[in-house]
């Protein structure tokens, strides 16, 4: 073999050992693939937090600026009138399914 076969030769394999690593190793493929199905299941939650919490700053806004949330329900809840007014209650069919 002449030198430029061996070192030929050597390249291949050291690239074969790259590719290797690459597609097999403890940083490869696999593992990218991993992270990344990690990294969606992660943004799926964090937008549903995001959701929530617009939710409930909504909620703690409308605490803080008015009483109509508190008002509603009181009036549902505990069937709360005005003094001028006539609370007038229906019964609420059963459901069928």
Do not use: C
Request: aromatic letters at 4%.
């Amino acid at each position: 073999m002449t030198t430029s076969r061996v070192i030929t030769v050597l390249l291949l394999a050291l690239l074969g050992l790259v590719h290797a690593a690459l597609w097999f190793g403890s940083s490869g493929t696999p593992r990218v693939r991993e992270l990344s199905a990690q990294v969606a299941d992660q943004q799926a939650r964090n937008a549903a937090a995001r959701v929530r919490n617009d939710q409930l700053q909504a909620e703690l806004k409308d605490l803080k600026e008015g009483l109509e949330i508190i008002e509603e329900t009181a009036r549902h809840e505990l069937g709360m009138v005005k003094p001028d007014e006539i609370l007038v209650q229906y019964p609420q069919a059963p459901r069928t399914n």
